[in-house]
T-cell receptor, first 116, second 117 residues
Framework: DADVTQTPRNRITKTGKRIMLECSQT?????MYWYRQDPGLGLRLIYY???????NKGEISDGYSVSRQAQAKFSLSLESAIPNQTALYFC???????????????FGPGTRLTVL | AQSVTQLGSHVSVSEGALVLLRCNYS??????LFWYVQYPNQGLQLLLK??????LVKGINGFEAEFKKSETSFHLTKPSAHMSDAAEYFC???????????????FGKGTLLTVNP
């Protein structure tokens, strides 16, 4: 079984609809992240969470919200979807090895979201 | 702030030829650098990472990268391309938060590698 799973894998929705993307992990990591990928732009960070009570905005958080329901679950919501939120969304996790030690991030398979 | 520039959005090589994917970084502190690969319809997979232990880093699938501080570069190479190497490759630099831990990855825009038979 995959360590980081995302549901749904594909979703088509209409402008103005609320949608939730879910991420679950079995790696036991405390840190979780949401990114969006757009062609030619690479990945951009939306939100990140260091633990259940520590949630932070990334570089492009406007129009998104998140919920960290448990160590293993991190959900991304679009309260009122708009067409320019059409993208590929990735969840990632990482462990924490202490100050100064890099955290390798492990990615889920992605959710392809289309907003019409 | 950290940033990454990947030179060439699309690189095409013949099977068996050298693969060279270029990455230059900008960082105000010693960086941690990563290469990730994304195969079609899949998530990102770590190829290799530089954490200051050695300037030549070996990764999976025969790839390696060399950290050159004087050139602020971290180019990815493979001596002989295989058809299965066709994918998109992302270079990333790790930023440090106020607590001193590296947490945020800043990605380049990606390089699509095509391997011709």
């Amino acid at each position: 079984d995959a360590d980081v799973t995302q549901t749904p894998r594909n979703r088509i929705t209409k402008t103005g609809k609320r949608i939730m993307l879910e991420c679950s992990q079995t790696k036991g990591h405390d840190r979780m992240y949401w990114y969006r990928q757009d062609p030619g732009l690479g990945l951009r960070l939306i939100y990140y969470s260091f633990d259940v009570k520590d949630i932070n905005k990334g570089e492009i958080s406007d129009g998104y919200s998140v919920s960290r329901q448990a160590q293993a679950k991190f959900s991304l919501s679009l309260e009122s979807a708009i067409p320019n939120q059409t993208a590929l969304y990735f969840c990632a996790t990482s462990d924490f090895y202490g100050t100064g030690v890099t955290d390798t991030q492990y990615f889920g398979p992605g959710t392809r979201l289309t907003v019409l | 702030a950290q940033s990454v520039t990947q030179l060439g959005s699309h690189v095409s090589v013949s099977e068996g030829a050298l693969v060279l994917l270029r990455c230059n970084y900008s960082s105000s502190v010693p960086p941690y650098l990563f290469w990730y690969v994304q195969y079609p319809n899949q998530g990102l997979q770590l190829l290799l990472k530089y954490t200051s232990a050695a300037t030549l880093v070996k990764g999976i699938n025969g790839f390696e990268a060399e950290f050159k501080k004087s050139e602020t570069s971290f180019h990815l190479t493979k001596p002989s391309a295989h058809m299965s190497d066709a994918a998109e490759y992302f270079c990333a630099v790790s930023a440090t938060n106020s607590g001193g831990s590296n947490y945020k990855l800043t990605f380049g825009k990606g390089t699509l590698l095509t391997v011709n038979p």
